[in-house]
């Protein structure tokens, strides 16, 4: 498989999780929320989709460049988040061809940096940061002891969910939610749910793409 499959096959997984889930997120958004979170999510989820199409010849870097204006493009409030995230992580791997796992620790920790920076959020606010902040620290602990891969994405993957299920009984302080924070607390936010989902499934389809 190349890299441009694996990608390919990566984008494609998300998608699919995504679009499977829509509802549920969309109920989600509903408790705090307008209740659009599951459609906003599988528009930039195709839109990504559509711009690996075109990423043939692009380095990782490049195809998350492109990938984070077509998730930017869809808007709402996690478009940006995304779209920052994205950005970031593509700027940090630059045109290297065959990033070290160094590389993709430092570029998780930077999509971080960009969904702080744009959602001027820290974690403990009830957003989808509360999700990727523990995921990176896990990979940056994973990367640094020299775990195998399946350890790393186990970590990774179970970092995650004790960040959404920690999330939970947190009051949201950004994004519209705060508005009817009340409402949120006992429900999952529907930004971290679906970052969950994203981190889920790229752990999965990676830990089956290494046979
Ligand atoms: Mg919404």
Redesign the pocket.
């Known amino acids: 498989m190349t890299s441009h499959e694996l990608m390919a096959s990566l984008c494609q997984a998300v998608l699919g999780e995504i679009e499977q889930r829509q509802a549920a997120f969309d109920r989600l958004?509903q408790i705090a929320?307008?209740?659009?979170?599951g459609a906003?999510m599988v528009l930039g989820a195709r839109a990504v989709v559509v711009a690996m199409h075109d990423a043939e010849e692009a380095s990782l870097g490049e195809f998350l460049k492109r990938a984070a204006a077509a998730f930017a493009s869809v808007g709402?409030?996690i478009g940006p988040l995304w779209g920052s995230a994205l950005l970031r992580a593509g700027q940090t791997l630059g045109d290297d061809p065959h990033p070290s796992a160094q590389a993709f620790a430092a570029a998780a920790a930077s999509a971080c940096e960009g969904v702080r920076e744009r959602g001027r959020v820290a974690e403990g606010d009830k957003t989808l940061l509360d999700i990727l902040a523990p995921a990176t620290a896990a990979l940056q602990e994973s990367v640094a002891s020299g775990a195998d891969r399946a350890a790393l994405l186990d970590a990774v993957a179970g970092a995650a969910h004790a960040g959404l299920i920690g999330s939970i009984d947190l009051v949201p302080k950004r994004g519209?939610s705060r508005r009817f924070g009340g409402r949120s607390v006992g429900h999952e936010d529907?930004g971290a749910a679906s970052a969950y989902c994203i981190i889920d499934v790229l752990c999965r389809t990676l830990g089956e793409s290494a046979g």
């Open positions: 958004d929320g307008d209740g659009d979170h906003t709402g409030s519209r529907p």
